[in-house]
């Protein structure tokens, strides 16, 4: 935090820098004025976030240089300082947004809570800011990479990054975000995470194209060469940020050339490669990230495989065939998706449906295996008991309409079949390895009732638990 203190009488100037130096550490007072002409030039100088204001100077008074500066850096507050307690110069300072008045002679306590106050007040609106800023870069990076850049964001871009003439997408692979931050620390850049993958748009004050595919391709060999497992899929700069969404799909597009097996690590779309090379490439990349329940991956690897399809006869047909093996590949992984008919999908924005459907339709099976793993957990642990599959449901956090059929879903059990089974089988362990009788066994079990108990067994097993034992001697 930094701090001017203005007063004609160079004592008092001395006397307060001396109480703020002796007070704080992380407040420094970086210059000191006798009247308004020197304060306003030692504003522009130093840039303070807090000046110390004596009213009555030379030349100049306190609350001109109030105007001249607040003018140029309205973030500065004041603590105006005066002899006179006139309400008149306290209403005017004011009027020029002054919140804090002490009076000559100032009490030490006074000045310091002055100081404090106005402290916390900038604390708390830099932290607005930032968080309006953060804001901002990324609903610019949202709008550019899906191709939504109204005249909004073009004025927010400007506002944000007057001085950036081009800039270019790193998609990259395999590295910690964290030490990709601190990499870029002096790089001018925007960032998002897209499932595995990191999204980082970098700005440029360069105009020349090919300087600035340079600098990438330097800058892309330095990631690289720190981060030895990351791959980095590079897009070309471009100066008009209608045109950037490019860049990203480039980027995009040689994340996905780049392999294991090769050699290179980093660079540009090889757009001579084989078009059913990058085509397998793709319909690979957009089926993990639906199977890893990643929505905004898997749409934007679409749109680079619905260009790449597009270019060919039948590509409806085409696509359709696709839809239709992802949608085996998913049930064979046990998602349930029997009543989805792909085969009506004709648009772009019918088959970018179909993927959200599918992706969804992941993530609930992530989440049922969860909750019925948590549940089947909670019956082994508890089937010497008496429990209700209300109990149960409510145990994992959920309804128990919905509990009951995603039980069924997963298990391809009822949930009374599967607790039933469960004992049954516990009993049957203990009726081999132990000489306790039925009704203990039953106890032990969770049936409270033996007769009820052995009925159960003999519909089970089709053998009462007194033949089930004697057929193992």
Not at 290 to 307: C, P, V
Not at 390 to 404: I, M, N, S
Request: hydrophobic content about 35%; charged content about 30%.
């Amino acid at each position: 935090m930094k701090v001017i203190i203005v007063d004609d009488e160079m004592i008092e100037r001395k006397a307060m820098r001396k109480l703020i130096s002796d007070s704080f550490t992380h407040i420094e007072v970086v210059a000191e004025a006798a009247n308004g002409r020197i304060a306003i030039e030692e504003a522009k100088k130093h840039q303070p976030d807090i000046m110390f204001m004596d009213i009555h100077m030379p030349g100049i008074d306190g609350l001109e240089a109030i105007r001249h500066i607040s003018a140029e850096l309205p973030q500065t507050k004041f603590i105006m300082v005066s002899a006179y307690d006139s309400f008149e110069y306290a209403k005017q300072a004011m009027k020029q947004g002054v919140k804090e008045y002490i009076l000559k002679p100032s009490n030490k306590q006074e000045t310091l809570e002055s100081l404090l106050r106005l402290e916390k007040e900038i604390t708390q609106e830099r932290m607005q800011v930032e968080q309006t800023e953060k804001l901002a870069k990324q609903q610019i990076l949202n709008a550019i990479s899906q191709n939504e850049v109204t005249a909004d964001i073009e004025v927010l871009y400007q506002k944000l990054f007057s001085d950036a003439q081009t800039a270019y997408f790193f998609v990259i692979t395999g590295s910690d975000p964290k030490t990709i931050s601190e990499l870029l620390a002096e790089k001018t850049y925007l960032a998002k995470e897209l499932g595995d993958k990191h999204i980082i748009m970098l700005l440029s004050d360069k105009k020349s194209l090919h300087h600035v595919k340079a600098d990438a391709l330097t800058l892309a060999r330095s990631l690289c060469q720190t981060q030895p497992a990351a791959t980095i899929g590079i897009g070309l700069p471009n100066s008009e940020l209608t045109k950037l969404s490019i860049s990203y799909q480039q980027a995009l597009l040689a994340s996905t050339q780049l392999t294991e097996e090769g050699s290179v690590s980093y660079g540009f779309p090889l757009l001579r490669e084989n078009e059913d090379s990058t085509v397998r490439k793709l319909e690979k990349a957009i089926l993990e990230a639906i199977t890893n329940g990643r929505l905004e991956q898997a749409t934007d690897y679409f749109t680079l495989y619905y260009e790449h399809l597009t270019k060919q006869e039948k590509a409806v047909q085409y696509l359709r065939e696709w839809a239709l093996q992802v949608k085996h590949a998913l049930e064979d992984k046990g998602v349930s998706l029997r009543e989805t008919n792909v085969l009506e999908a004709e648009t772009k924005t019918d088959f970018i449906e179909l993927i959200r459907y599918f992706t969804e339709k992941m993530i609930l099976q992530g989440e049922g295996n969860d909750s019925i793993s948590k549940a089947k957990t909670y019956i082994h642990d508890h089937y010497r008991e008496s429990f209700s599959l209300e109990d149960v449901a409510d145990y994992v956090e959920l309804t128990p309409t919905y509990f009951t059929k995603l039980f069924k879903d997963q298990t391809q059990q009822t949930f009374i079949d599967y607790v039933t089974d469960y004992r049954i089988e516990k009993s049957k362990e203990l009726l081999r390895q132990t000489n306790l009788s039925l009704k203990e066994i039953a106890y032990e079990v969770g049936y409270k009732d033996p007769n009820y108990y052995s009925r159960v067994f003999k519909k089970w097993t089709n053998l009462s638990p007194k033949q089930f034992r004697s057929t193992l001697k």
